[in-house]
């Protein structure tokens, strides 16, 4: 096998900033010490708060949509579509950068069980100004999209799709997180992190792959997925190389990261998407009493409790330094209160 070249963090920077991009996120966020929960496990705990990313209470989709958006007006878009679920973080926080930058947003939205009261994520569509146009909860949200596309063409208009079905957007939301990569390595310089976990569907894993790759570290990473393969928006391994390929294509540099390379899990899913464990309640918890900080119980109340099950169960060594990849969705802890509260009295 030919030995990858190894670049430094100025170096893959370079090519970053040579990637069209807008302003839209407060970075680097944070990355917080949990000196709490660090003694209570024997590890050095970590969160890169890409929960702080501003617009719109923050999240993971803030950063990658400043690539994906200004791929868009590069190519003369003056409107969006976007759709998943109701509770979608993806959708929220599009529906703001849309906001901010003049473009028109419309969303197609499944009006599953957490669509009505409309509250959390699906709240904020709405006070952002965004089109809604929701569809039943079993019609495929890929489909609609490119439906809608066409419908807005033959009126004029030049719409730019994101999200599920859309490649080359998950492909420049891969570079943004090899940009993260780099904001960890650059806030920890002599204590790389031997292990990165975070809940992911896809390219914020990748991209944090790649960015370990070019960099040359030995972090082994780990993508708790919060759904199984069945699910729409699911992305397997080989397509999670994919997107990692496509990304080093953009940067200019070569990878060979293939699917054998990227783990991820399915263990902590639960009964299916969408649906709080009751390992990822106790996550949520402990986080919050331990450290005052706050997980989702869709995305990252998942990947964090994954986190805690590989230190209990040993998988990570006692000592080993451990980043938590926090990638925000907090509004939606107000669609999930009686799940969160089950059992809570007083």
């Not at 966020?29 to 709490?36: E, I, M, R, S, V």
């Not at 679920?85 to 959708?91: E, L, P, R, T, V």
């Not at 569907?201 to 960015?211: E, V």
Request: net charge negative; hydrophobic share 40%.
């Amino acid at each position: 096998m030919t030995r990858v070249r190894t670049y430094t963090v100025d170096e893959v920077q370079e090519r970053i900033d040579a990637i069209p991009r807008v302003s839209l996120a407060h970075l680097p966020t944070p990355l917080d010490d949990c000196p709490n929960l660090s003694r209570e496990l024997g590890r050095t705990i970590s969160i890169k708060r890409d929960d702080c990313t501003g617009l719109a209470f923050g999240g993971n989709k803030v950063r990658q949509h400043e690539f994906m958006l200004a791929d868009a007006i590069a190519a003369g878009a003056d409107c969006v579509i976007q759709g998943s679920a109701a509770q979608s973080n993806h959708s929220r926080q599009l529906a703001a950068a849309c906001a901010r930058l003049g473009l028109d947003v419309y969303l197609v939205p499944k009006l599953d069980e957490k669509s009505s009261p409309v509250q959390g994520n699906y709240l904020i569509d709405h006070l952002m100004g965004a089109t809604i146009l929701p569809i039943d909860d079993g019609q495929s949200t890929s489909a609609r999209k490119a439906e809608l596309a066409e419908e807005l063409r033959a009126q004029g208009r030049r719409p730019y799709v994101v999200g599920m079905g859309a490649t080359r957007s998950l492909t420049l939301g891969t570079v943004a997180y090899v940009q993260a990569l780099l904001e960890i390595v650059r806030a920890r310089p002599d204590a790389v992190p031997d292990w990165i976990f975070s809940a992911t569907q896809g390219s914020t894993l990748a991209g944090l792959q790649l960015g370990c790759e070019l960099l040359g570290l030995p972090t082994r990473l780990v993508g708790v997925c919060p759904m199984t393969a069945e699910h729409e928006a699911y992305l397997s391994p080989e397509q999670i190389a994919e997107l990692a390929q496509g990304a080093a294509e953009l940067l200019g540099v070569t990878t060979q990261i293939t699917a054998d390379r990227i783990t991820t899990t399915q263990d902590y899913v639960g009964e299916r998407y969408g649906v709080p464990t009751a390992a990822a309640v106790e996550a949520i918890y402990r986080l919050g009493a331990a450290e005052g900080i706050l997980l989702d119980p869709v995305y990252s109340g998942k990947g964090f409790a994954g986190l805690l099950d590989y230190c209990r169960a040993g998988h990570v060594p006692e000592g080993d330094r451990v980043v938590f990849v926090h990638t925000g969705g907090l509004p939606a802890l107000f669609s999930y209160s009686e799940e969160l509260t089950a059992g809570v009295t007083g």
